[in-house]
C-alpha cells in the first residue's frame, strides 16, 4: 500500500543514498582511472586482449557487486529495529495496519533497490561482453558462477541481518551480524571439513558453501518473519 | 437501544495478570466499562494505569487472564480493535520527520471510517498547522493532534492515557473541550486514565482506583461521594473500639481524635459507632472526590 | 460557567445553583431557552450527563421546562421560583451557621450580636 511504501522509503532514505553511492563510486573511479590513462599514455594498453575500457569498467561492476553486499547488511538490519530505535514502532503498533502488510512493504523496498543495484551492474557487465564478441570469453561460465556466489551471499548477509533485526531493536548489531555472517559460514564448513577430514578447498568448499549458506538465508529469514508476525511488543 | 445493546460492555477484563519478572504490575484484575459511560481510571504513578490500558489495545501480552474490547478478543482479532477504538498514548512517538499533513492523510488511508469534516474542524479549533513537522510540535500539540487522529475515525470506544499531563492551561482547555465534543457528538464509550481528581469529576460518571496493580473500588462517581463517608469522633480513653464499623477503608488515631471513613455508609454505621463505648461527639465529614481517594489508597497502604 | 471540581457540593447541582442565579438575576428570562446540553457542557467543560442531571434537578423543581424537539425553556413562573429557591438557600446556610455556633457552645444573644456584627461590615464594604 503506497503509505506504508512511502514510509519505509523515508526511513531508509539515509540508506538507500550510501546504496548509491556505494553503487556508483567504483564507476566514477574507473572513469578517473580510464581519464588518466588516456590522457597520460598515448595509447591505452590491452589486457589479455581486452581493450582497457572494458577491464575498467568490468572491473568497476564486479566491486559494485561487492560493495552492494554492505548495502544489503544496512537494508536487513534497518528493516525492523530500525522503527524500534526510533519508537515509532509504538506508533505504528496501534494503528489498523497487520503485521503482515507491514512485513511486505519493507520487503518491497528491498526488492526494489536490491534489483536496481543488481540490474545496473548485469546491464553494464552484459554490454560490455555484448561490446566485445570477437573476443574469447574463456571464463564466462566462471564469472557467472561467481556472481551466484555473490548473489547466494549477498542473500545470506540480508537474511541474517533481517532474523537479527527482528529480535531486537538495536539495528547496528543487526547489520554487523549479518555483514560478517558469510564468514562464519566458510568458518563452519572448514571446521567440518577438518572434522571429517575432507579436503576443503576443491570440492567441498564450493558446494558445501552455496548450501550451507542458502540453509542459513531461509531458516534466519523465516525465523525473523515468523517472530516479527507473532510478537505483541510493537 | 435495545437490550442486548445496553448490557454489551465495551471492556470487560477477566483476572487481568501482568508480570515483569519479579514485579507484578496488574494483579488480577476485572473490570466491566458498560457501552456509553465515561470511565475513570484513577491512581498513583506507578499503580498499573498504563500496563492495563496497553493489554487492553493489544499492545502488551498478559500473563494471565482476559481482555474482552467491543466483544472480541484483543489479541484474537486485533485489527478490528484497532479500527474501532481510538488511543490516545501517553507518550508519543509519532514519526517525528512526518508533516502534520502527511501523519492525517497516512491514518486516513489506513482506517475504514473517516471523518473528513472531524478532522478539518478539529485541526483548525486545535490550530495545527499541516506544514508543520512532528518534532517542532510542543507537547500540547502532539496530544492534540493523537487525539485528532484518534477521534477522526469515529471510534466505538476512546481512550485516554493520561493525556492532560503536563500541559499549559490553554492546552489543557483545548483538549478538554476536543474529549468532550467527542462525548456529546455521540454517545461513545470513554475511559479515561489520570491521576488528576479534577479531570475525572469533570468527565467522568463511574471511577475505578487503581493502587498497586489491584481495582479497590469500581462505582458511579455520585453513588460513592454519596455513600462514602469520614466520621470524626472523640475517644475518651484515647482508644478506638475492637469492632471497627462494616466497610472501613481507613482509620487514623492521633491522641483523642479518630478518624474513620466508611463505605456504604447508613444511618444504622452512625449507631453503630454511636452505641460504641468510649465514643463521643461523633460527627459525619463529608469528603470530596480527593479525600476519598486519599483515604482508599492510606487504607490499602496500611493493610499492606 | 465556572466549576469548582474540588468542592463538596456534586457538580450537578453547582450547575444547577448556576442556573438558577442566572434566572434571579433575569439573564435567562420566562419563555427564554437555556443552553442546549452540548453547548453548557462544553461552556462548563463537564460530561454532558451531568448538565442533564442538572436540568432534570430544575426541571423536577418547576423552574425549567422542556418541548419536545426545541428545547428547554424558562418556565414563568421560574424567576420567581428561583428567587424562592435562592431564599432556601441562604435559610440553609443560616442553618449551618447557627449549628456550628450551637457546637461551639455560643448562646443565641451572642449568635445574633455576631450576625449583625457581619451584616454592618457587609454594608461598609459596600455590598
Request: proline share 5%; aromatic share 8%; hydrophobic share 45%.
Given at each position: 500500500m503506497k503509505w506504508l511504501l512511502w514510509r519505509e522509503y523515508r526511513l531508509n532514505r539515509l540508506i538507500l543514498m550510501a546504496g548509491a553511492v556505494l553503487?556508483?563510486?567504483?564507476?566514477?573511479?574507473?572513469?578517473?582511472?580510464?581519464?588518466?590513462?588516456?590522457?597520460?599514455?598515448?595509447?591505452?594498453?590491452?589486457?589479455?586482449?581486452?581493450?582497457?575500457?572494458?577491464?575498467?569498467?568490468?572491473?568497476?561492476?564486479?566491486?559494485?557487486?561487492?560493495?552492494s553486499l554492505f548495502t544489503v547488511a544496512l537494508l536487513g538490519g534497518n528493516a525492523i529495529a530500525g522503527e524500534r530505535a526510533d519508537r515509532s514502532a509504538e506508533f505504528m503498533a496501534y494503528l489498523?495496519v497487520s503485521r503482515g502488510r507491514r512485513l511486505a512493504s519493507k520487503l518491497s523496498l528491498t526488492l526494489l533497490a536490491t534489483?536496481s543495484i543488481?540490474?545496473?551492474?548485469?546491464?553494464?557487465?552484459?554490454?560490455?561482453?555484448?561490446?566485445?564478441?570477437?573476443?574469447?570469453?574463456?571464463?564466462?561460465?566462471?564469472?557467472?558462477?561467481?556472481?551466484?556466489?555473490?548473489?547466494?551471499?549477498s542473500?545470506?548477509i540480508y537474511c541474517v541481518s533481517w532474523l537479527f533485526s527482528s529480535l531486537q531493536s538495536n539495528p547496528s548489531v543487526a547489520i554487523c551480524t549479518g555483514a560478517v555472517s558469510?564468514?562464519?559460514?566458510?568458518?563452519?564448513?572448514?571446521?567440518?571439513?577438518?572434522?571429517?577430514?575432507?579436503?576443503?578447498?576443491?570440492?567441498?568448499?564450493?558446494?558445501?558453501?552455496?548450501?550451507?549458506?542458502?540453509?542459513?538465508?531461509?531458516?534466519s529469514f523465516?525465523a525473523g518473519s515468523v517472530y516479527y508476525l507473532r510478537r505483541v511488543e510493537p | 437501544?435495545?437490550?442486548?445493546?445496553?448490557?454489551?460492555?465495551?471492556?470487560?477484563?477477566?483476572?487481568?495478570?501482568?508480570?515483569?519478572?519479579?514485579?507484578?504490575?496488574?494483579?488480577?484484575?476485572?473490570?466491566?466499562?458498560?457501552?456509553?459511560?465515561?470511565?475513570?481510571?484513577?491512581?498513583?504513578?506507578?499503580?498499573?494505569?498504563?500496563?492495563?490500558?496497553?493489554?487492553?489495545?493489544?499492545l502488551?501480552?498478559?500473563?494471565?487472564?482476559?481482555?474482552?474490547?467491543?466483544?472480541?478478543?484483543?489479541?484474537?482479532?486485533?485489527?478490528?480493535?484497532?479500527?474501532?477504538?481510538?488511543?490516545?498514548p501517553?507518550s508519543h512517538h509519532l514519526d517525528r520527520w512526518m508533516r502534520?499533513?502527511q501523519v492525517?492523510?497516512f491514518?486516513?488511508?489506513l482506517?475504514?471510517?473517516?471523518?473528513?469534516?472531524?478532522?478539518?474542524?478539529?485541526?483548525?479549533?486545535?490550530?495545527?498547522?499541516?506544514?508543520?513537522q512532528v518534532k517542532?510540535?510542543?507537547?500540547?500539540?502532539?496530544?492534540?493532534?493523537?487525539?485528532?487522529?484518534?477521534?477522526?475515525?469515529?471510534?466505538?470506544?476512546?481512550?485516554?492515557?493520561?493525556?492532560?499531563?503536563?500541559?499549559?492551561?490553554?492546552?489543557?482547555?483545548?483538549?478538554?473541550?476536543?474529549?468532550?465534543?467527542?462525548?456529546?457528538?455521540?454517545?461513545?464509550?470513554?475511559?479515561?486514565?489520570?491521576?488528576?481528581?479534577?479531570?475525572?469529576?469533570?468527565?467522568?460518571?463511574?471511577?475505578?482506583?487503581?493502587?498497586?496493580?489491584?481495582?479497590?473500588?469500581?462505582?458511579?462517581?455520585?453513588?460513592?461521594?454519596?455513600?462514602?463517608?469520614?466520621?470524626?469522633?472523640?475517644?475518651?480513653?484515647?482508644?478506638?473500639?475492637?469492632?471497627?464499623?462494616?466497610?472501613?477503608?481507613?482509620?487514623?488515631?492521633?491522641?483523642?481524635?479518630?478518624?474513620?471513613?466508611?463505605?456504604?455508609?447508613?444511618?444504622?454505621?452512625?449507631?453503630?459507632?454511636?452505641?460504641?463505648?468510649?465514643?463521643?461527639?461523633?460527627?459525619?465529614?463529608?469528603?470530596?472526590?480527593?479525600?476519598?481517594?486519599?483515604?482508599?489508597?492510606?487504607?490499602?497502604?496500611?493493610?499492606? | 460557567?465556572?466549576?469548582?471540581?474540588?468542592?463538596?457540593?456534586?457538580?450537578?447541582?453547582?450547575?444547577?445553583?448556576?442556573?438558577?442565579?442566572?434566572?434571579?438575576?433575569?439573564?435567562?428570562?420566562?419563555?427564554?431557552?437555556?443552553?442546549?446540553?452540548?453547548?453548557?457542557?462544553?461552556?462548563?467543560?463537564?460530561?454532558?450527563?451531568?448538565?442533564?442531571?442538572?436540568?432534570?434537578?430544575?426541571?423536577?423543581?418547576?423552574?425549567?421546562?422542556?418541548?419536545?424537539?426545541?428545547?428547554?425553556?424558562?418556565?414563568?413562573?421560574?424567576?420567581?421560583?428561583?428567587?424562592?429557591?435562592?431564599?432556601?438557600?441562604?435559610?440553609?446556610?443560616?442553618?449551618?451557621?447557627?449549628?456550628?455556633?450551637?457546637?461551639?457552645?455560643?448562646?443565641?444573644?451572642?449568635?445574633?450580636?455576631?450576625?449583625?456584627?457581619?451584616?454592618?461590615?457587609?454594608?461598609?464594604?459596600?455590598?
Amino acid at each position: 500500500m503506497k503509505w506504508l511504501l512511502w514510509r519505509e522509503y523515508r526511513l531508509n532514505r539515509l540508506i538507500l543514498m550510501a546504496g548509491a553511492v556505494l553503487l556508483l563510486a567504483p564507476y566514477v573511479v574507473g572513469l578517473i582511472v580510464l581519464c588518466w590513462a588516456i590522457c597520460w599514455a598515448k595509447e591505452p594498453p590491452v589486457i589479455e586482449g581486452l581493450p582497457y575500457a572494458v577491464v575498467v569498467f568490468g572491473a568497476a561492476a564486479l566491486y559494485s557487486i561487492l560493495l552492494s553486499l554492505f548495502t544489503v547488511a544496512l537494508l536487513g538490519g534497518n528493516a525492523i529495529a530500525g522503527e524500534r530505535a526510533d519508537r515509532s514502532a509504538e506508533f505504528m503498533a496501534y494503528l489498523p495496519v497487520s503485521r503482515g502488510r507491514r512485513l511486505a512493504s519493507k520487503l518491497s523496498l528491498t526488492l526494489l533497490a536490491t534489483a536496481s543495484i543488481w540490474a545496473v551492474n548485469l546491464l553494464v557487465l552484459g554490454a560490455l561482453v555484448s561490446l566485445t564478441p570477437e573476443m574469447r570469453w574463456s571464463g564466462l561460465s566462471q564469472h557467472a558462477s561467481s556472481l551466484a556466489y555473490w548473489a547466494l551471499t549477498s542473500l545470506l548477509i540480508y537474511c541474517v541481518s533481517w532474523l537479527f533485526s527482528s529480535l531486537q531493536s538495536n539495528p547496528s548489531v543487526a547489520i554487523c551480524t549479518g555483514a560478517v555472517s558469510p564468514l562464519f559460514v566458510v568458518m563452519g564448513l572448514q571446521a567440518a571439513a577438518w572434522i571429517w577430514s575432507m579436503p576443503i578447498t576443491s570440492r567441498f568448499l564450493p558446494i558445501g558453501y552455496p548450501i550451507a549458506s542458502l540453509l542459513l538465508a531461509v531458516a534466519s529469514f523465516a525465523a525473523g518473519s515468523v517472530y516479527y508476525l507473532r510478537r505483541v511488543e510493537p | 437501544m435495545s437490550a442486548k445493546q445496553e448490557n454489551e460492555a465495551a471492556i470487560e477484563l477477566v483476572g487481568l495478570t501482568k508480570r515483569f519478572g519479579r514485579t507484578t504490575a496488574v494483579d488480577d484484575l476485572s473490570l466491566r466499562v458498560p457501552a456509553g459511560s465515561t470511565f475513570g481510571l484513577l491512581g498513583p504513578n506507578g499503580a498499573g494505569k498504563t500496563t492495563t490500558i496497553k493489554m487492553l489495545m493489544g499492545l502488551l501480552r498478559p500473563t494471565a487472564g482476559r481482555v474482552r474490547v467491543l466483544g472480541a478478543e484483543v489479541l484474537a482479532e486485533p485489527l478490528m480493535v484497532k479500527q474501532r477504538v481510538g488511543y490516545v498514548p501517553e507518550s508519543h512517538h509519532l514519526d517525528r520527520w512526518m508533516r502534520v499533513g502527511q501523519v492525517v492523510g497516512f491514518c486516513r488511508a489506513l482506517y475504514e471510517r473517516w471523518n473528513d469534516q472531524t478532522c478539518r474542524e478539529l485541526l483548525e479549533l486545535f490550530e495545527l498547522d499541516a506544514d508543520k513537522q512532528v518534532k517542532h510540535l510542543s507537547k500540547g500539540m502532539l496530544v492534540k493532534l493523537s487525539l485528532l487522529l484518534a477521534v477522526s475515525h469515529e471510534p466505538d470506544l476512546l481512550v485516554l492515557d493520561e493525556p492532560l499531563a503536563g500541559l499549559d492551561p490553554l492546552a489543557r482547555e483545548d483538549l478538554l473541550e476536543g474529549v468532550l465534543r467527542t462525548i456529546c457528538d455521540r454517545q461513545r464509550t470513554v475511559l479515561l486514565s489520570t491521576h488528576s481528581l479534577d479531570d475525572v469529576q469533570r468527565l467522568a460518571d463511574t471511577v475505578g482506583i487503581l493502587y498497586g496493580g489491584r481495582l479497590l473500588v469500581h462505582r458511579k462517581i455520585d453513588e460513592l461521594l454519596a455513600t462514602t463517608k469520614r466520621i470524626r469522633a472523640t475517644l475518651t480513653d484515647g482508644r478506638p473500639p475492637d469492632r471497627l464499623p462494616p466497610n472501613t477503608i481507613w482509620q487514623r488515631v492521633q491522641g483523642r481524635e479518630w478518624l474513620v471513613t466508611v463505605g456504604d455508609f447508613t444511618p444504622d454505621t452512625l449507631e453503630q459507632i454511636r452505641a460504641q463505648p468510649g465514643v463521643e461527639h461523633v460527627e459525619i465529614i463529608d469528603l470530596g472526590l480527593e479525600g476519598l481517594f486519599k483515604d482508599f489508597i492510606r487504607g490499602r497502604r496500611a493493610a499492606s | 460557567m465556572n466549576i469548582d471540581p474540588r468542592s463538596h457540593v456534586p457538580i450537578y447541582l453547582q450547575i444547577a445553583d448556576g442556573i438558577r442565579e442566572a434566572v434571579a438575576a433575569g439573564i435567562y428570562r420566562p419563555g427564554e431557552s437555556l443552553p442546549s446540553l452540548r453547548a453548557l457542557a462544553l461552556d462548563a467543560q463537564v460530561n454532558p450527563n451531568t448538565v442533564q442531571r442538572a436540568y432534570d434537578e430544575l426541571a423536577r423543581e418547576g423552574l425549567i421546562y422542556s418541548r419536545r424537539g426545541m428545547g428547554l425553556f424558562v418556565a414563568n413562573e421560574g424567576t420567581a421560583s428561583a428567587r424562592t429557591r435562592a431564599r432556601h438557600a441562604v435559610r440553609r446556610a443560616f442553618e449551618q451557621g447557627l449549628r456550628a455556633g450551637a457546637a461551639a457552645g455560643m448562646g443565641t444573644e451572642e449568635m445574633r450580636s455576631l450576625f449583625e456584627a457581619t451584616l454592618n461590615d457587609l454594608a461598609l464594604a459596600g455590598k
